[in-house]
């Protein structure tokens, strides 16, 4: 029987890094407030979830954190299989506590 590739557990169709006008162009599309976007985006950097690069054209970017880099700032050693969840429903607590509704 013939071996087949196994698909990199890692790789996601999100982008490695995003402008950061785009990234806050589409938090606002999503009903975040200005506030609401410095301050989320303020944490992701200081968790090292995000981190300030310089684009092509010296364009300011965000380099999004992979999947297994994220994994391990929340401290866990052997991540599992990538699971995809709708991005509405994956920030809707994140909404809720930035607005100060969470416990």
Not at 46 to 74: F, H, Q, W
Request: proline fraction near 8%; include cysteine; charge should be negative.
């Amino acid at each position: 029987m013939k071996k087949t590739k196994r698909p990199n557990k890692t790789k996601t169709d999100l982008p490695e890094i995003i402008p950061v006008q785009e990234f806050k162009d589409s938090l606002k599309a999503l009903g975040f407030t200005g506030e609401e976007i410095e301050r989320s985006a303020q944490s992701a950097l200081n968790l090292g979830l995000m981190s300030l690069v310089v684009g092509r054209g010296g364009v300011p970017c965000y380099r999004v954190a992979t999947p297994d880099e994220a994994a391990k700032i929340a401290g866990c050693d052997q991540p599992g299989d990538p699971v995809e969840v709708p991005l509405d429903e994956f920030i809707s607590d994140w909404k809720q506590e930035l607005r100060g509704g969470g416990a």
